[in-house]
Nanobody, 115 residues
């Protein structure tokens, strides 16, 4: 089982990034997928989630209207489109795959929003 995030980097405030998380080794379409983020000294925060049939939620009020989660079950990939980025969005972003009690994590990708 492998989850590999990509797409992170340095972006100026107001810019956009699209994170990708490619999965292999399990039946991607049967898993709910999520994006979390974490900054040093703080707990990991759930940013966005999408279930196996594509229904999405954005639990974090701070990203509503700016972030969008989507998935492509043919490409075994989940995406996080991030627009109007702010310095407070700076964090390591992790993708998560969950089904019942099974949980998989990616290694994380750094997003830095700075001028």
């Amino acid at each position: 089982v492998q989850l590999v995030e990509s797409g992170g980097g340095l972006v100026q405030p107001g810019g956009s990034l699209r994170l990708s998380c490619a999965m292999s080794g399990f039946t991607f379409s049967s898993y709910a997928m999520s994006w979390y983020r974490q900054v040093p000294g703080k707990e990991r925060e759930l940013v966005a989630a999408i279930d196996s049939v594509g229904r999405s939620t954005l639990p974090a009020d701070s990203v509503k209207g700016r972030f969008t989660i989507s998935r492509d079950n043919f490409k075994n990939t989940v995406y996080l489109q991030m627009n109007s980025l702010k310095p407070e969005d700076t964090a390591v972003y992790f993708c998560n795959a969950k089904r019942s009690t099974t949980n998989y994590w990616g290694q994380g990708t750094q997003v830095t929003v700075s001028s």
